[in-house]
């Protein structure tokens, strides 16, 4: 029996080291000059939606060509928001834009999506560091990114029309009525 | 010093006791009568992929709607094939539909994805209880789903087609490039 109670507590305290692990890698990281590192789990994330050829403009986003966004969030981020309808500091959007395509395989309508990455855009919230609150990052590659200037567009359009704090849970489809019954949703939005 | 080391011990087998349930949680479940349980949990699995208005036929899926699907594995299973290109025993994957809607908020072109939901299927390996190897499931609404019958199009359409042990697996961005690193393709599989 001495020997059974300490080997046990080595083991659970490996999980308990592990699960840390696990949690600590869904947080925002940083370089020393304060570029967002390349979010690398985030294909392990939830899956917030996907959406094609989505264009906020009447001018098509792609021309001769079909392109799907794929949206992450972390665990811990997805319950919180489950939990109160609201984002929680360090949450990290990400999302991922693939090349669509029709003819391969045997598929003959519609579109599917494919290997080819068209690139990995985050969303991250930190009151601390970025004035508006979130930052947006466009990586080239899985290089560290430089954060987008807030003058740029996208801050001013979030703002405007995201549904909850500066984001499209609009079209998050497992959040929306979340954030309607919890009453967090933007003052003025309207569906 | 006689009391923290019970206390850490019990703290560390509740967490292991935590991270136990998780992995049993997403695994297939029966009824007494075979019908397989609804994988509630299945937005928190892995995201493989999802389309929009796919068909092999000529004839396009959806006559005037559209339609996503996403399919979602359990990590577990998602980590196996990372690592040997092969589903293990137990996988289930789950396609869910949902409607695709090009009017709303500020999307002008293109489709998101909305909280219409449109049915969920699952497509579930277990050699031991289904002759072909995977079963196919079609539920309605969240009430445990009878399998469908072996004779169906789908069972003989995945074996034919399937890139990988009778699964779509050209489908899925992440995956396709291991099963062929692993040269786990199905006999004759060509992209």
């Given amino acids: 029996m001495k020997i059974r109670i300490p080997a046990l507590l080595v083991a659970a305290v490996s999980v308990l080291a592990a699960v840390t692990a696990s949690a600590g890698d869904e947080a925002p990281r940083y370089a020393p ?18 959406g094609i050829d989505m264009s906020y ?6 021309i001769g060509h079909s392109m799907f966004d794929n ?12 939990r109160s309808g609201r984002w929680p500091e360090n949450t990290i959007l990400v999302k991922e834009a693939r ?22 855009e985050a969303h991250v919230k930190d009151s601390k560091r970025f004035p508006a609150g979130w930052g947006f990052f466009e990586f080239q590659g899985e290089e560290p990114a430089v954060r987008i200037p807030e003058a740029a567009d996208c801050y001013a359009c979030h703002r405007q029309h995201g549904a909850v704090d500066s984001t499209f849970v609009q ?11 919890k009453k967090t949703l933007a003052p003025g939005f309207t569906p």
Same sequence: chains 1, 2.
């Fill in 71 to 82: 949206v992450f969030v972390p665990l811990e981020a997805y319950r919180e928001f489950q």
């Fill in 99 to 120: 090349a669509g395509s029709q003819k391969g395989s045997i598929n003959r309508n519609g579109k599917f999506q494919t290997a080819d990455m068209m690139g990995v």
């Fill in 171 to 181: 079209f998050y489809p497992t959040l929306i009525g979340i954030a309607a019954s």
């Fill in 57 to 62: 403009s009447k001018i098509a986003a792609s």
């Fill in 33 to 50: 000059d304060g570029r967002l590192m390349f979010p690398s789990g985030y294909r392990e994330w939830i899956f917030l939606t996907s």
